[in-house]
């Protein structure tokens, strides 16, 4: 994958980001939008990591560090494109940027359904610890 180019994201690449997400990305939540992406990319603008190939967008993850916790959400990688090294790219990216801030565990959100995403964290040394369980509380502006 030479041509593989990662990097983060800017504001001009959201409109783009959001649409993949609808074709690669599994399930939506309630942030998925422009406003909610474009906090994202404001707040901490290396957070938001694209893959592209040839010009085109194949892949992102977001690597969210709060200071305390790294936390990976938006693992997709385009159908067409899938189990040839862009998810690992993804993965690798990620896990380098939270070595550099001092992050020291990283966990991901992974939909039960999901199979295929499971088996994607699995191969990439994930694990699934099931005492826990995820809590939500949708917050009203």
Known sequence: MNDLRVRAATPADLDAV????????????????????ERLVERD???????ELDGELVGTVIAGFDGWRCHLY?????????RRGI???????AEE?????GGRRADAMVL?????????WEAGGYHPEEQWRRWVKPLSS
């Open 18 to 37: 959001l649409a993949f997400w609808k074709t690669a990305a599994e399930g939506t939540s309630i942030s998925d939008d422009r406003a909610g992406v």
């Open 45 to 51: 603008p290396q957070a938001l990591i694209l893959a």
């Open 87 to 93: 998810g690992s790219a993804l993965l690798t990216a």
């Open 74 to 82: 938006r693992l997709a990688v385009h159908p067409e494109r899938r």
């Open 112 to 120: 039960v359904r999901n199979e295929g995403g499971q088996r994607a």
């Open 97 to 101: 940027r939270f070595v550099a801030l």
